[in-house]
């Protein structure tokens, strides 16, 4: 069974940072691509950042472009985002996901982790 | 960036019925839109790939149609299971999606 499960989420004050785990099992992790996927109440699901199959290749959303770093440890079978001055507007659940290359849709997703960013 | 809107926001059926979810883009996107439901407390489960084509482990009352600009999610017979959100996404161009369709019972 497909199993991502993600950590590291809570409450932090806008400038400060945070770390997001994502633990995977169930599923060749080196033969995806994985990404973070993000949900706002007010925004619905945005798509964060994406990294290549050994995290030599890595995309994001302008947004967050130059706060945010996406990275994997196969070995690990971890995915983590870095988290930088982070703004009220990050406020949302995290989701972990997974997709193969070229193809772009998102085979399976984590419970999500909440991140909520407030003095 | 390429917008998708669903319609409608919220659609309340009875269990039995059968019910179609619109996603529009807001550009020609061929067939590279993706449909996703969306559980309370549970992980988002993707449902339909390329428009049309089936996923593994989902019931086969779940079907989807369309190209260009315009798609659609049937289901067939909804069960009481199925209430819940779905969303569209495109892989045409960046990654996107819509805002979502709830699907609550009348």
């Known amino acids: 069974e497909v199993q991502l499960v993600e950590s590291g989420g809570g409450l932090v004050q806008p400038g400060r940072s945070l770390k997001l785990s994502c633990a995977a099992s169930g599923f060749t992790f080196s033969d995806y691509y994985m990404a973070w996927v993000r949900q706002a109440p007010t925004r619905g699901l945005e798509w964060v950042a994406s990294?290549?199959?050994?995290?030599?290749?890595?995309h994001y959303r302008d947004s967050v472009k130059g706060r945010f770093t996406i990275s994997r440890d196969n070995a690990e079978r971890s995915l983590y985002l870095q988290m930088d001055s982070l703004r009220s507007e990050d406020t949302a659940t995290y989701y972990c996901?997974?997709?193969?290359?070229?193809?772009?849709?998102?085979?399976?997703w984590g419970q999500g982790v909440m991140v909520t960013v407030s003095s | 960036d390429i917008v998708l809107t669903q319609s409608p926001a919220t659609l309340s059926v009875t269990p039995g019925e059968s019910v179609s979810l619109s996603c529009r883009a807001s550009?020609?996107?061929?067939?590279?839109i993706h449909w996703y439901q969306q559980k309370s407390n549970e992980s988002i489960r993707l449902l339909i790939k390329?428009?049309?084509q089936s996923i593994s482990g989902i019931p086969s009352r779940f079907s989807g149609s369309g190209s260009g600009t315009d798609f659609t999610l049937s289901i067939n017979r909804v069960e009481s299971e199925d209430f819940s959100v779905y969303y569209c996404?495109?892989?045409?161009?960046?990654?996107?999606f819509g805002s979502g369709t709830k699907l609550e019972i009348k």
């Open positions: 996901t997974c997709f193969n290359y070229g193809t772009d849709y998102f085979d399976y």
């Open positions: 550009q020609g996107i061929s067939t590279s």
């Open positions: 990294i290549s199959y050994d995290g030599g290749s890595t």
């Open positions: 390329f428009a049309s």
């Open positions: 996404q495109q892989s045409y161009s960046l990654l996107t």
